[in-house]
């Protein structure tokens, strides 16, 4: 074998991306994970492996999605984009994921489930009831026990947000489907979890917590699929 394949070789071994990202399944414990990913090596590409179901449908457990380093967030973000960031007051190696919903001086509010951005209602439709397979080793939440053994039922709704379509998962009416108007502070962004009744985010204002808005300067990644 030449020198030069060795090379390669070695290269692709060591080519192997941690991040940590936040595993809201086990309630407040951080998980080490590993991805191999050959081609984060040249450019600004980063793979992580998903451990957690607060991205769910858009980024399921066990997949390692490839995400690109944000160089300008202020320039290269729009809303529904889904970001990787920091929370450096909580873990700062740790990457957690969420579609950033509105920009500074932006109103949010919630009602009934349904998404209001500076009073305008995002446009919003129920796309079906998914049953999935209940599996010891994955926290899952239900609307309600099925008569199916082992099977869990949620709601699957579709969102538009500057013309940007993605399906969100709803439980039941939960604490959080229901906010006051939220004005987006100067320098931050008001980020959800596409599964709504199973994510920690910018509708839990208390950032000790795990919610609170992020600043845009800790936004360190984008997913672009």
Request: a positive charge; hydrophobic letters at 35%; charged letters at 25%.
């Amino acid at each position: 074998m030449t020198n030069f394949f060795k090379t390669i070789i070695i290269l692709l071994l060591f080519q192997i991306n941690f991040s940590n990202l936040y595993a809201q399944n086990n309630m407040d414990k951080f998980t080490l994970e590993n991805c191999v990913c050959p081609q984060c090596f040249f450019g600004n590409k980063r793979m992580f492996k998903i451990i957690s179901e607060d991205m769910n449908p858009a980024l399921k457990i066990g997949t390692c999605p490839v995400f690109e380093r944000v160089l300008n967030p202020k320039k290269d973000l729009i809303q529904g984009d889904i970001i990787g960031f920091l929370k450096p007051k909580i873990d700062k190696n740790t990457i957690w994921t969420k579609r950033l919903i509105a920009f500074e001086n932006q109103t949010v509010q919630l009602i009934d489930g349904k998404l209001i951005i500076d009073e305008i209602p995002i446009k919003t439709e129920f796309v079906k009831l998914e049953k999935i397979p209940l599996e010891p080793d994955i926290y899952r939440r239900c609307i309600q026990p099925s008569d199916e053994i082992n099977i869990c039922e949620r709601e699957v709704y579709s969102e538009i947000l500057k013309n940007k379509k993605y399906y969100v998962l709803n439980i039941n009416n939960g604490p959080y489907d229901n906010t006051s108007k939220i004005t987006v502070e100067k320098g931050k962004v008001f980020v959800m979890g596409d599964h709504r009744d199973n994510s920690l985010d910018s509708r839990m204002l208390d950032p000790s917590k795990g919610g609170g808005m992020i600043p845009i300067k800790d936004i360190k990644y984008i997913y672009r699929n």
